[in-house]
């Protein structure tokens, strides 16, 4: 639904990435006056704090996104989710259409193989599975939605780092639960490495900053990185 002349905007932010926390501190900051709302999927139990207004789950499909944006009078979209969350990505471009509203897509650049990195590119999770040679220590750096693919490694020791505690028993066979956020630096990142015996790293291709201190880790310790490309 068109906005009135003149009047304050509302702008929906597609977010849980910290791209999307920056943004919207941005915006709040530089538009006083403008209602900046941002959606969270609402997988994580206690996000971060956030500036404007949040929201928290989804929105059922296409047509109840639609349905947010006009009901809510939404003047501008942005997408600024994580790379591998195709779905509501997908959902945001048809129901920016149909709502005719501007939609603003801002993905992260994908990180680059530098110097010194030992990466075992692999297309999907199940190659990553399959790749990881027989009694490694594995530090999973992945949602808990995609953790259960890997119960087939009973040879493999992992490490699986959550934010909030699972709400059932991993189905991992041999594992250890670490909880908390990712270091932001690699000195953290380099002594939960150390600490583990850790001498595999799985992980997507997500890019940004806030999850790259592993990759550095893992750079100056020699560490494999069997690291899942976004298949663009």
Sequence with gaps: MPSEPNAPQTI?????????AE???DLVARHPDARVITSLA???RDPAPLAGEVRSGGF?????????????RVTRMVDATHPFARQISANAIEAAKIAG?????RTRTAWAKQPGDNWIEVETLNQARDVIPPRARVLLALGSQHIGLFASREDVHFIVRMIDPPEHPLELPDHALILGRPGDTPAVETLLLIAHSITHIVCRNSGGKAAYAKIEAARELGVPVIMVGRGD
């Design 42 to 44: 609402g997988r994580t």
């Design 23 to 25: 943004l919207a501190r």
């Design 101 to 105: 509203v501007q939609l603003d897509i």
């Design 12 to 20: 929906l932010i597609l977010g849980g990435t910290s791209e999307a």
């Design 60 to 72: 059922g499909g296409v047509e109840g996104l639609a349905n947010f944006i006009r009901a809510e």
